[in-house]
DNA sequence: CGCCGCCTTGACCACCATCAAGTGGAGTGG
DNA sequence: CCACTCCACTTGATGGTGGTCAAGGCGGCG
């Protein structure tokens, strides 16, 4: 994006909201209409299944939005909390829609966050449905780092996940008790170290190779990458 | 769509081209450009793993489009191949932009269609991730229902799911012969049978109990759910 | 006929869920 | 300052869902 458009697009936030931890941004039932963009803080979208059980499809960093398309899917189909306490923005649809129209650069980059969404969302169920646990929490680490690093929220290998086992045992879909297991293998592999919310990779060429990670869906080298996290 | 973009949309079409059953739509290597349109038989997306296991990551049907935005993401995430045999027609990148330029309302109806996708993909990681197996593939043969109906490719309560066993369970991620015992019980249950590729539903309200499914995440009542499967 | 792919069935076992109990730190109130 | 609670983490024991292996049946096709 050029000076202006980002400008523009920097203008069309309203003032900005704190939202303390767990708590929902938007939930299901929520009628659709504005969209809101995540500043800083970590947060989740979920779904629910009767029994009670919750599923996180996805972690949003700093620079995601919440809610590209639902105006015009009409119907909203989950729920976005957040982890930590994070800071929100509200963008009016129609101020998007603006925007859409006069810089279609703008259009483009929002486009492509939702493809790169639907990227991770692909990867996620391959590492749901087809890796052991353990490398599928390598996985997940793996991403997270990628992802946080292109946002410069990395300290070396070492970078603050706000997720409890608990949490992280509903992204892989499997329990919390399995989760200290998994976590403790890592551990002893050499592979990483994860308390008090902090991860940290011991070794990042092996936790990769263990989680069968290749960061190609993350997309982090196309042009636009650069572009998104900027917001 | 009005007429007359409906007009410009299927002029864009190149010919149309046969593929047979089990083959490469587009591979993951393939350099990104030119969309493809799935206009006969169904497909599915699908990625691999080093091990050599597959996850699919959803069936496509007859006017389902295979890549929609590869040319902003600028690589390939992962494979499309044909069920049965298919007929499918390519447009190019260039004469889609025009389109869209031309046209805002066939852009919001492809942006639909990747919003409607993306909905879709996360139904389906709850589906691998909390549900049993039975369960699981209830609630795929619900969605299959529905969205054949949507584009009348259904009669009564069956339809034609070209899939195999073992397909089948590369699309709910347990084994071959599990999705056997299931697909036992589903029909104990007289909930639906599966044989020679065709599916009869003997009970949607309860296999929609069972499955825990709601359709909402189809999107199927939004204005745009008209338009799309027309093409 | 014989091969091959798909379905079917049985036996066995592993990954991971569930239950249960216990630890330890943070926050609260007496 | 010390109970007390609460929550996240930890650990052990047990069992079930579903994987893997192996063999056999059945239909389609060269």
Known sequence: LEDEEARALAAAFGHSRIVEARRAIVREEDPPGGIVFLLE???????????????ILS????????DLGVALLEARDHSISTLGECVVSQVTDAS???????YPKVRAALRWATLVEESIAREWLLNVGQRQAPSAMAHLFCEMYYRLRAIGQTQDLSFELAMTQGELGEAVAISTVHVNRCLQELRARKLLSFADKRVTILDLQKLEVFG????TYLHLESRYSAVVPAL
């Open 59 to 66: 972690v949003m960093i700093p620079g995601d939005a919440c």
């Open 212 to 215: 069968e990670f290749v960061r």
């Open 41 to 55: 803080g970590q947060a989740v979208r979920h779904k629910f299944l009767e029994s009670g059980r919750r599923q």
């Open 96 to 102: 998007l829609v603006q925007l859409s129209a006069r």
